[in-house]
Structures are given as C-alpha cells and as structure tokens.
C-alpha cells in the first residue's frame, strides 16, 4: 500500500511551519522528511544536525479502531557526542551498522546516516505526525542515559 501523500504533504507543511522552510528538504514522493538544521539540546558535541524521518509504505491510513502505520524510524548524522559523567560519551540506541537497524533502514546507514532508536513511548493516532516524531526525538535527546523503560 502506497502512503497517503496528502496527509504526507500537510504534515511536511506543519514541519516547515514549525522549523521553517530553508531547514526543511522532502522529495516530490514524500518518502521522507529532512530537517537540515535540528536544533540539539545543550551537552553535545555539535549545536545542530540534520535528521531524516522516512514515511514509511502504508503511513497516513488508518483501520476503524484509528489504527495506522506509526513513524518509529529516525535517521541522524553520525559522530555525535554527549557529555555524560565528564567525559565525552557515544549515543545510546545510536547505531551505524548491526541487526538492530530496520531493514528498511540498511540504505539510509548506506547513504551516512546512523538510526537513533528512541523507543517511541505512546500509541500512534490519528493525532500524531511527523512533528511529534521530531519532537519525541528531542526529548530523548535531551538526557539520552536515562532509564528506557
């Protein structure tokens, strides 16, 4: 099933709203959305980054239970860095390679990337778009060491 590229579209358009569109990259199929310049949250190694969420095949479509494909995947540039403890430490859940990557995900770690899980914490609705998936990241971002549950 293809994704729904009007829902794709409108969400692309409340991204560029929120970041603004020179930070905002999207390919005319809107198989995903880049944002050039993320803001990352004080403690890093680098003040910005460049994400990538895919929409994946099947994203904007919902059952009658308003159950529908979630965005779990987040793509980042590699080489960042926390300061944990006094030291410069690697991301958890940041990975360039290995079997914990999506298999939809191997070409992205191809192209540079690295995949940041940030274990999703809610169910997907209706309510939810790419916006949250950024927004969630953030969050993740900002203490990367505390405790997944």
């Not at 829902?7 to 569109?21: D, Q, S």
């Not at 916006?131 to 990241?137: G, N």
Request: with cysteine; proline share 6%.
């Amino acid at each position: 099933m293809l994704r729904n590229i009007k829902r794709c579209k409108t969400e692309v358009k409340l991204t560029i709203g929120y970041f603004g569109i020179e930070n905002i990259e999207y390919p005319r199929g809107f198989s995903f959305v880049k944002n050039n310049n993320y803001r990352l949250p004080p403690g890093y190694n680098e003040k910005v980054t460049s994400v990538l969420v895919p929409f994946p095949q099947g994203y904007g479509y919902y059952n009658s239970l308003g159950e529908g494909q979630a965005l779990l995947d987040i793509y980042i540039d590699p080489g960042l860095s926390f300061w944990h403890q006094g030291q410069w430490k690697k991301l958890p859940h940041y990975f360039g390679s290995g079997n914990y990557v999506p298999v939809d995900g191997q070409k992205y770690l191809q192209q540079g990337w690295h995949w940041l899980c940030i274990h999703a914490s809610h169910a997907w609705s209706r309510e939810d778009n790419v916006l949250t998936l950024f927004k969630q990241a953030y969050l993740f971002l900002c203490d990367p060491f505390q405790r997944i549950k």
